[in-house]
Nanobody
Framework: QVQLVESGGGLVQPGGSLRLSCTAS????????MGWYRRTPGNQREFVAS????????NYADSVKGRFVVSRDNAMLSVSLQMTNVKPEDTATYYC??????????WGQGTQVTVSS
C-alpha cells in the first residue's frame, strides 16, 4: 500500500513562511497530478494548488495565488508547498494528493498549519 508522508506543518506567525513536503513511500505508476488540499476549522475542504507531473500546468486557488508555490520532484516522488505571507485564514489541515491517469487518488495523512500571533 502506497503511503504519502507529509512534513513541515506547525505554528507560524501572520506574514511568515512555511514549507510543506510530501513524499510517496514507493513508486506510483502514471502519476498525472500532484498537489495540496486543505480542510479548514469549519470543516470545509478546499483545493489549494496542483502541478502536473511534467510541470507544465500549475493551478492555484485564488486565495493563495501570489503567496504559495507548488513544486514537484519526480525522481523523489515528492511535492512541496512553499507558503509565504501566511494569513490566519490559512489555518487548516493540509493534505497532499497524487492522482494517476486512471483516476486513482492517493492522500497523505494531513499536517496541521496554524497561523497565529
Amino acid at each position: 500500500q502506497v503511503q504519502l508522508v507529509e512534513s513541515g506543518g506547525g505554528l507560524v506567525q501572520p506574514g511568515g513562511s512555511l514549507r510543506l513536503s510530501c513524499t510517496a513511500s514507493r513508486n506510483i505508476l502514471r502519476i498525472m497530478t500532484m498537489g495540496w488540499y486543505r480542510r479548514t476549522p469549519g470543516n470545509q475542504r478546499e483545493f489549494v494548488a496542483s502541478t502536473t507531473r511534467g510541470g507544465g500546468t500549475l493551478n492555484y486557488a485564488d486565495s493563495v495565488k501570489g503567496r504559495f508555490v507548488v513544486s514537484r520532484d519526480n525522481a523523489m516522488l515528492s511535492v512541496s508547498l512553499q507558503m509565504t505571507n501566511v494569513k490566519p485564514e490559512d489555518t487548516a489541515t493540509y493534505y497532499c494528493w497524487f492522482q494517476t491517469f486512471d483516476g486513482t487518488d492517493y492522500w497523505g495523512q494531513g499536517t496541521q498549519v496554524t497561523v497565529s500571533s
